[in-house]
């Protein structure tokens, strides 16, 4: 079936320095990969949703990528502040309106350097 | 802006006891989606309907029942509810690909 791992269980770092998460992949369909954002107390809400291999999506500072060679994708951001604390998830659907699998979420805490 | 709301926000509910969790959406998505939250295994789909009065299994719908007598509702059923079934529920809707999420119901199964 189709899988999300997602290894970074939580990610502590300074503000302003540079964050990095990855997530592979694994289906028999053509994925249409996503990063959700949930912040405390709240659902989560979409970030970004890349359709194209090796193109970028960028939203709110926050960059994605998406390799299908290694059926890897990643979400960075070159300097991340306090108010990106929250959990980060990556996603997948298998098709048009298909239930997402999520990956199993990285908890970002920034910390003021 | 698409408004999914879940109720109730939090229940206390009792080992062997019927609990019913309530989703309605006003985006006028015919898709929607109960998923159920817990610390390292992310959001696990329970599950799904892309119709009215029609429901399909998820990934982990063992224990759970679904009810959608309605576009806009969607409710997740724990006839017997177990200590096991403590965890965050969140129920979503979708019209193509981005899924909105209601807020979540926090539910104790003491």
């Known amino acids: 079936g189709d899988s999300v791992i997602q290894m970074q269980g939580q990610v502590t770092l300074s503000e302003n320095d540079f964050l990095f998460i990855n997530c592979t992949y694994s289906?028999?369909?053509?994925?249409?990969l996503f990063w959700y954002v949930q912040y405390s107390g709240e659902g989560p809400q979409l970030l970004l949703q890349?359709?194209?291999?090796?193109n970028k999506g960028s939203s709110r500072g926050f960059e994605a990528t998406y390799d299908k060679g290694t059926t890897s994708f990643h979400l960075q951001k070159t300097s991340v502040q306090e108010i990106d604390s929250a959990v980060y998830y990556c996603a997948m659907s298998a098709g048009f309106a298909s239930a997402l699998t999520f990956g199993s979420g990285t908890k970002v805490i920034p910390c003021l350097p | 802006e698409a408004a999914v709301t879940q109720s109730p926000r939090s229940k206390v509910a009792v080992t062997g006891g019927k609990v019913t969790l309530s989703c309605h959406q006003t985006n006028n998505h015919d898709y929607m989606y109960w998923y159920r939250q817990d610390t390292g295994h992310g959001l696990r789909l329970i599950h799904y309907s892309y119709v009215a009065d029609s429901t399909e299994k998820g990934d982990i719908p063992d224990g759970y029942k679904a009810s959608r007598p309605s576009q806009e509702n969607f409710s997740l059923i724990l006839e017997l509810a177990s200590l096991s079934q403590t965890a965050v529920y969140f129920c979503a809707s979708t019209g193509a690909e981005t899924l909105y999420f209601g807020s979540g119901t926090r539910l104790t199964v003491l």
């Open positions: 289906t028999t369909g053509y994925p249409t």
């Open positions: 890349v359709t194209t291999a090796n």
